[in-house]
């Protein structure tokens, strides 16, 4: 194996459920949920279901390479062109795109700590350095800081926007500012993954910035707030010349049709998108008062999860909850061990879970 391959940390995903009811020896009926992994639980738009069904038929047929409906549908709703948007298979693989076109091995990146640890493991994939930056007290980037960590062999800086795992967001004027004062030939890769659930108005608009000329990617997904976590495609959206220079790696063919004609479904369906964002809305109040009661420490939350600190050691709180049938993510790798992060759920669902970290505090 090549050694920089060799060191590499195979990404640890949220526990299926499948995967619990199995190792606890659980009944197949046996009601698990599954707030690990930030997918919207209303599923996906009727609309889009549809569109599934109507595709399938036609899956013998290779997809269409250039996703000639699904950019336009995006032109559209964006007020872009087609020529500013790339598909991938999920927004990962854009950022793998961005690696392999853009990334020597001498070259470096600079992301925070916490943050999504995809932009760590492609960087070690290219073998090039990744800058951690650690996130301020209040769980937010340290903007100041990242951009004290550029030099002239860095090519991109990430952030996250809402942040995960903490869901913070940066500031309008603070990106602002970070954005005018940075070397120009510094691509900014702002991941919006959760830009649907963003509720504070001092949040940057990512989109402005494209449309200004900066350096800068946004990327996008149907994973989260469209619900086609199942499906994977999500998008890069910047200046053409960029989207060119990513498509020199793209594989053919890396969209499936299916994955088109639902995510096209999908962007259509304000409804949903709607329903999806008052869900979480009122699920965030309902964390906030339960934790405000409990005195449990948090981070309040611009994204449909939420950071809390359980003041017990998380992995084992984790085994707990999942025989209260609740599968959550640990803090520990992110260096937080008795932090939990919890997908916010429909009201049941949180109320089990609240009701199962009661149970688990008060016994311990
Ligand atoms: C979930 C997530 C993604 C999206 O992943 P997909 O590959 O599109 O499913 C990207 N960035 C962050 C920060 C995420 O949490």
Sequence with gaps: MRPHIQRLRPYVPGKPITEVKRELGLPNDFDIDKLASNENVLGPSAAAVEAIKNAAAAVWLYPDDTCYDLKNALA??????????????????????LMLALLDSQDEIVSAQPSFVQYESAARLAGCTCKLVPLTEDGRHDLPAMAAEITERTKMVFIA???????????????????????????????????????????????????DGYNVILLHTFSKAYALAGLRVGYGLANADLIKALNQVRGPFNVSSVAQAAAIASLGDSDQLTRTTELNNAGKKY?????????????????NFIMLDSGLPAKEVFQELLRHGVIVRTGDPFGLPTWLRVTIGTSAMNERFIKALRVIRERA
């Design 287 to 303: 964390f906030y008062a339960q934790l405000d009661e409990m005195g449990i420490t948090y981070i309040p939350t611009e994204a």
């Design 161 to 211: 926007n809402p942040n995960n795992p903490s869901g913070t967001v940066v500031g309008k004027a603070e990106f602002d500012q970070f954005i005018k004062s940075i070397p120009q030939y510094v691509l900014v890769v702002l991941d919006q993954a959760y830009y649907e659930y963003v509720e504070t108005e001092d949040s940057p608009e990512g989109i402005d910035y494209v449309r």
């Design 76 to 97: 559209d709703f964006w007020k872009l062109t087609p020529e500013n948007f790339i598909l991938g298979n999920g927004s990962d693989e854009i950022i793998h795109f």
